[in-house]
């Protein structure tokens, strides 16, 4: 990954024959070329770098600031003005005997959970769906369009459909599970209560799953058809093939996205939000709008804010967990 | 001697497999589907009351009246506006990007990638609030609109994207041999002819993809656009909602506009998949 | 290097520049000059049955004002999804509206960010004076002592909706006026799919509004008078015990009931599957679901005994409040906005569009208002409901007890007893809560 370009050198046997190479430049054009070339990465850096700066951390380290204020409804005008609270926030939120710490706590602990369900079963199912269509057969294209549906549908639409579902008296999933399977013996709550946590991991599933399969579609298309057939004539059937060929092949692919599902299922703020409104009950109540409820709904900026760092923190550590454990394994592909 | 069946056609017990559970995925994905189509044709009152499959009766009144009920078309145009830009732009920014990290070592790259990645993390409502401010500042210094306008929004979603992008056009475009680079370098193209006439080319498909990625981010996002626009400037996402009103839900109305919404991106995917699967050879592989 | 230098400037002059620009808009005082050429611009709430409605209701309303006083109204119709994010980001920064409308019990919270304009002896007096407006309702715009934030605009309070046939069908006379009729009553009514009563379970706002009154009845409040929360007096808890009861242990409620927070309730009233249902102004929305205006009885809400009065409320004050922020440019001009807003010519006409009572004095005795159900909710209005606590957590206050009523009303759902420990233990830790 550290090739440099040298482009001042003359390329290798082209100017043979040809006498001398060209003349030598003077010193303030060679500076200034030395420069340009030194500088033109970042030069391909810098619109990206100005964005990220003046969107994600310039912001960032605004809302870094006011995890360290009292910053409540009665300074929200002016917030520079707002006391200075050191890390009485902190406190506050992490304190797990008081009701702010511990409510935050078990939320912490539902979103834990909710990410490790619904990224484990998205990337199933978007490894076993990608891996089954891979060899063309009949209406394959057709599958493929269907399976991606769900990505494509705004996300507000989605979730109110599945919200319409999973309603108690009228939906459909109490229809099937109740009236026509027979399954469970009175219809149950999907929204309030126990099962709210599996009605959120179900929509979850559904809306990013199509994402795994999409990657890891696209994964398969790097894997050498040799290779498959190489091992059909030592004999190998195919479930040997799927897992001593298409699997290892597919770490990378499998490393990225299972770091950026969690990242973003973790952080995911617009399903529980529209599918449970600003309150979300106590078996499904997930960080993301945990925060929200303390920092729009109760204009308290500064706990919001601290509880937003503490999760920063939070995810920076798995990551950094993650690539480390994952690395060897990269080390090795690259 | 094996049964004669190619050598490569799979066992009858894949086959079973891969038709059950292909068949459980297509119903999975679609019922919902098939929800939205139903309860779309149906008169309000029927939504609301007992389940039923086939809508009885049937009427297509609330595809007329959504656009009606909510300035549907303004918030689509908003929309397609806003996330085409912003995946154009994101896109751009992130080629240039993608080909410094890939083809240069420069100091500082380490701090340049995992600062991107570490971007991933920030929990959007720690920002949103910030940035609002941030926006609204540079309208008052210099007389730029960003708060509530579209540009403010693109800039934002064209970052939002940015991370993500970056990440994977730099695999895709590792996968391209940097012998073809020196080739066009030997020719005297500069670094930026070498840029788009070699590398953008062979990656295509990736760029597609990552375009695809960006445009599906702004389109959905609703927390920044709920802040940052007005009704002018409102996206769909946001404008949803609207059909949930003090009185009354339109649920029907809410699935006939996010169906007729959904047509063009769902359109754009197959025109798309084409390009998304058949040339990501090693595509993130590395 | 030299690249990443630079753009670290650019950073910093950025931040620089945030902090200095932002914070405080940029306030010009009272009073805005000359107004025969101005501009104000105007958030309204979703009112009717949909955005464009409202703007159908006010587009000619604003044009009459030009015309009268020269002054240009520019109307932006915001929902209810997004109005307080709205107000929120508009008292940060300094850039919003010159006049709002505002949910009436935000009052108090909006008026401690400092972000409106105090309707102080003298600006009060530019829109007519506080005794214009109806005490109840005026009861409701701010903190008590303090001038208030807002006046009152549109109002509306809690009625009893009957279904006349189930009534008929059950043998029922009369509407219950107190809550052991009302649960007589529903048990009556309640048998196969249909129930005494329809609740919105899940729906804070339904709720907060329905406990509190509850609570006033005996003689209990979530605040004392310093304003601290007391959420876990006996009041308090026997007021929730009872309302989640309905459900829990009398049984006229749907268990499905739960789970509604999408005015479901509603379509089940219109659709005969419940019997009775406690609602401002369901009107409009009924006919929308089919139930005409004769099929169902509006009567005042059932108290503990005796008869309704302020001392013996059946509703709270419902309504909506129009305030002016105090960084708009045209002070006077917003403030001869509101004044034709809240006098009686337009009162009759918008209050007669969208179904509201109008809290103006003058105009609460127009033929408009006369209808069957009008006329009940006038009367409650006028002499028998009670203002949410005007406090700065009014909003947390809500969040937080109404999400501990949601989740008991998942509890009666489910078949788990609901006892006054149980309803204590969730209000103790919402009242935790409030000390966040």
């Keep these: 990954m550290t090739v440099s370009l040298r482009r001042d050198a003359p390329p290798a046997g082209s100017g043979a024959g040809r006498g001398r190479g060209p003349a030598p430049q003077p010193r303030s054009v060679r500076l200034l070329n030395k420069i340009k070339k030194g500088g033109l990465p970042y030069l391909f850096l810098l619109p990206a770098l100005l964005l990220e700066l003046l969107v994600h951390f310039v912001p960032m380290i605004f809302g870094i600031l006011i995890s360290f204020k009292q910053l409540t409804l009665f300074f929200i005008r002016n917030w520079t003005g707002a006391p200075w609270a050191g890390f009485g926030n902190y406190h506050l939120v992490v304190d797990v005997h008081g009701a702010v710490g511990s409510a935050l706590l078990h939320s912490f602990f539902v979103t834990c959970a909710f990410t490790v369900l619904a990224v484990g079963l998205s990337w199933l199912f978007g490894t076993v769906a990608a891996i089954l269509t891979q060899d063309t057969f009949r209406g394959r294209a057709a599958l493929r369009t269907i399976f991606l549906t769900p990505f494509a549908l705004p996300v507000y639409a989605s979730v109110i459909i599945w919200a319409f579902m999973f309603q108690y008296n009228n939906g459909l999933v109490n229809e099937l599970l109740h009236n026509v399977l027979g399954i469970t013996s009175r219809p149950s709550f999907w929204l309030i209560g126990h099962n709210s946590f599996f009605a959120l991991v179900i929509i979850s599933i559904w809306r990013n799953w199509p994402f795994a399969f999409l990657c890891v579609m696209a994964g398969l298309q790097g894997i050498p058809r040799d290779l498959y057939e190489a091992s059909a004539i030592d004999g190998a059937g195919i479930w040997q093939q799927i897992r001593r060929i298409t699997m290892p092949s597919l770490r990378a692919v499998h490393q990225v996205l299972v770091l950026v599902l969690f990242l973003w299922t973790f952080n995911d703020f617009t399903t529980p939000f529209v599918l449970f409104g600003a309150s979300a009950p106590s078996p499904a109540d997930v960080v993301s709008v945990h925060i929200y409820q303390a920092s729009f709904i109760n204009w308290n900026f500064g706990e919001g804010s601290a509880m937003s760092v503490l999760m920063l923190i939070f995810l920076l550590l798995v990551t950094a967990a993650y690539l480390l454990g994952t690395s060897r394994r990269r080390g090795e592909n690259a | 001697m094996p049964r004669k069946r190619g050598l490569m056609a799979p066992p009858p017990s894949f086959i079973w497999t891969r038709r059950i559970v292909l068949t459980a995925l297509s119903v999975f994905a679609l019922v919902p589907v098939y929800v939205m189509v139903s309860s779309s044709l149906k008169p309000l009152q029927d939504v609301t009351s007992t389940f039923r499959w086939i809508p009885s009766p049937l009427t297509v009144t609330p595809y007329r009246d959504i656009w009606y009920t909510v300035p549907l078309a303004r918030y689509f145009l908003n929309s397609l506006i806003v996330s085409s830009a912003a995946a154009a732009a994101s896109v751009a920014v992130a080629v240039f990007a993608a080909y410094a990290v890939s083809r240069y070592g420069f100091r500082g790259k380490r701090i340049f990638t995992t600062a991107v990645l570490s971007t991933q993390m920030f929990p959007g409502i720690l920002f949103a609030l910030p940035l609002f401010l941030i926006f609204v500042s540079i309208g008052n210094a210099t007389g730029i609109p960003l708060y509530g306008s579209r540009g403010g929004l693109i800039i934002t979603y064209l970052t939002f994207s940015l991370p993500f992008a970056i990440w994977m056009l730099t695999s895709y475009f590792e996968s391209v041999p940097k012998a073809l680079d020196e080739a066009a370098l030997v020719d005297g193209c500069g670094p930026v002819r070498a840029l788009f006439r070699v590398v953008i080319p062979a990656a295509l498909p990736g760029i597609i993809a990552v375009t695809i990625y960006a445009f599906m981010t702004a389109w959905g996002e609703v927390l920044f656009a709920s802040v940052m626009t007005n009704n002018t400037t409102r996206t769909l996402a946001v404008g949803l909602a609207d059909y949930s009103t003090q009185n009354n839900v339109y649920w029907n109305q809410i699935m006939a506009a996010s169906l007729v919404v959904s047509v063009p991106v769902v359109a754009g995917f197959l025109l798309m998949q084409r390009y998304l699967v058949a040339g990501l050879t090693s595509g993130a592989v590395k | ?436």
Excluded at chain 3, 190 to 204: C, D, K, P, Q
Excluded at chain 3, 213 to 229: E, R, Y
Excluded at chain 3, 374 to 387: D, G, I, Y
Aim: glycine letters at 10%; a neutral charge.
């Design chain 3, 1 to 436: 290097m030299r690249i990443i230098r630079v753009s670290a400037v650019a950073a910093a002059a950025t931040a620089v520049l945030a902090l200095a620009a932002c914070g405080g808009g940029t306030s010009t005082g009272s009073g805005g000059g000359n107004t025969t050429s101005t501009t104000l611009t105007y958030w309204a709430s979703n009112q009717g049955a949909s955005l464009q409605t409202d703007y159908s209701v006010l587009n000619p309303e604003l044009a009459k004002f030009k015309q009268q006083t020269g002054i240009t109204v520019k109307l932006q119709v915001v929902g209810w999804a997004d109005l307080l994010n709205r107000i929120l980001a508009a008292t940060t920064s300094g850039q919003g509206p010159d006049v709002v409308n505002i949910g009436n019990t935000w009052s108090a919270s909006l008026q401690a960010t400092g972000a409106f304009l105090p309707f102080s002896s003298s600006n009060f007096s530019q829109v007519g004076g506080e005794s214009k407006f109806l005490t109840s309702a005026v009861g409701s715009t701010g903190a008590a002592g303090q001038p208030p934030a807002a006046v009152p605009l549109y109002s509306l309070a809690y009625g009893l909706y009957y279904n006349k046939a189930l009534f008929t069908a059950a043998g029922i006379t009369s509407p219950p006026a107190t809550w052991d009729q009302l649960v007589a009553d529903g048990k009556k009514v309640t048998h196969g799919g249909t129930y005494g009563l329809a609740v919105e379970g899940a729906s804070i706002p339904e709720n907060i509004h329905n406990v509190f009154v509850l609570a006033k009845q005996k003689g209990a409040s979530f605040f004392d008078s310093a304003g601290n929360p007391t959420f876990t007096t006996p009041g308090d808890v026997a007021a929730v015990q009872q309302w989640v009861n309905f459900m829990g242990s009398d049984h006229i409620v749907n268990p499905g009931d739960a789970q509604y927070a999408q005015n479901q309730s509603l379509s089940d009233f219109a659709k005969g599957k419940a019997a009775m249902l406690l609602w401002q102004a369901a009107g409009t929305t009924l006919k929308a679901d089919g139930m005409a205006p004769g099929a169902y009885g509006v009567a005042p809400v059932p108290v503990e005994s005796g008869i309704p009065s302020a001392s013996n409320p059946d509703s709270m004050v419902a309504g909506i409040n129009v305030a002016v922020f105090k960084d708009s440019k045209n002070h006077a001009a917003a403030l001869k906005f509101v004044n034709f807003m809240t006098s009686q010519s337009e009162q009759i006409k918008i209050n007669g569009e969208y179904g509201s009572i109008p809290p103006v004095k003058s105009a609460l005795s127009n033929s408009a208002f006369s209808t069957a159900e009008e006329t009940v909710l006038r009367n409650v209005l006028s002499t028998s409901a009670v203002a949410l606590p005007q406090v700065p957590k009014e909003s947390q206050f809500e969040t937080a007890v109404g999400t501990a009523v949601k989740n008991l009303f998942a509890d009666a759902a489910s078949g788990k007893p609901v006892s006054a420990a149980t309803v204590k233990a969730q209000l103790s830790s919402a009242q935790q809560q409030m000390q966040g």
